[in-house]
């Protein structure tokens, strides 16, 4: 029987903590490392980093759009960052937020989910605006292969606030996704798979995460503000299965190793000290 997405990510916590740190290589973090900002600038600096910072974290989230821009040689440095991660003991979280029906779904599983492909990561973000259910072939390739998946819910851009706050009959757009996730994790211990991305800049008591039972991605710690302290008064006892998501605040201090490495261990360690 193949172990449960869930189980795999409280054990990755439990030893190295619950920092998710990103591969985010924006074109302004690869000039800041003196790279070009290309193929092979791209390649010197998502690997190095991962390198760092797989070593260290449970969860490392690279950042798919920013080596699909790239093209096809962007996609096979991707493939190495993952290859890289898993080699070094971190679970490798794929942001690919992809959102489809039917068969293009299944096709989107099979490439992110899928055992023997390239690009098949622990697990994957998925954005649920086609309708949750749309979303069903990913839930099921995920759960035969023992991944995870985690569903846009309440997201911490702007942009995002006027939809996922809508009303939809006595509870927000962002509730029926925490709801509809929480369904699907009933009963399943130590955590279900299905995760849902909840930003770390929102106010606190939006949501009632109490039926949830599974994993929250939480985004916008670090550069965009939110610091450890923030982290218990929004998500309460759901705490202990939240992954505050880092990267620019991290990857800012490359390209020296050792000062990238600091970072880390310093974030690692002010989470471990409030969330205990």
């Known amino acids: 029987m193949v172990e449960g997405f869930g189980a795999r990510l409280r054990r990755a916590v439990a030893a190295r903590g619950p920092l998710c740190a990103g591969v985010d290589p924006h074109p302004q973090l690869l000039r800041a490392w003196d790279l070009p900002a290309d193929a092979r ?3 010197t600096f998502a690997l190095s980093a991962t390198e760092v910072l797989a070593e260290h974290v ?14 096809a040689k962007g996609v096979a440095v991707l493939e190495r960052v993952i290859e890289c991660a898993r080699q070094a003991g971190a679970l490798v979280l794929l942001d690919v937020k992809r959102g489809d029906i039917g068969s293009t779904m299944a096709a989107y599983a099979l490439a992110y989910l899928g055992e023997g492909s390239p690009l098949a990561a622990d697990a994957i973000t998925v954005s649920p605006y086609l309708g949750f259910g749309a979303l069903e072939p990913a839930f099921a390739l995920a759960g035969e292969t023992g991944r995870g998946v985690f ?4 997201t911490s851009n702007p942009e995002g606030e006027g939809l996922q ?4 009959g006595g509870r927000t757009v962002a509730q029926s996704v925490v709801d509809d996730a929480g369904a699907r994790n009933a009963g399943v211990a130590p955590l279900g798979a299905v995760g ?9 008591g939006e949501l009632d995460l109490a039926g949830l039972n599974g994993p ?4 916008g710690f670090g550069e965009q503000g939110a610091g450890a302290r923030d982290l218990a008064p929004l998500f309460g006892d759901s705490l202990p ?14 390209p020296d190793p050792a000062a990238l490495r600091a970072a880390v261990l310093r974030t690692a360690d002010e ?3 409030v969330l205990k």
Request: hydrophobic share 50%.
């Open 216 to 219: 929250i991605l939480a985004p």
């Open 196 to 204: 849902v991305v909840i930003g770390a800049t929102n106010l606190p």
């Open 151 to 154: 569903v846009l819910a309440r």
């Open 165 to 168: 706050r809508a009303d939809t």
């Open 58 to 71: 449970a969860v490392v989230k690279p950042q798919s759009a920013l080596f699909e821009a790239h093209g």
């Open 271 to 273: 989470l471990n000290r």
């Open 241 to 254: 299965n939240v992954l505050p998501a880092s990267a620019r605040a991290l990857l800012k201090h490359g």
């Open 41 to 43: 600038g791209l390649e």
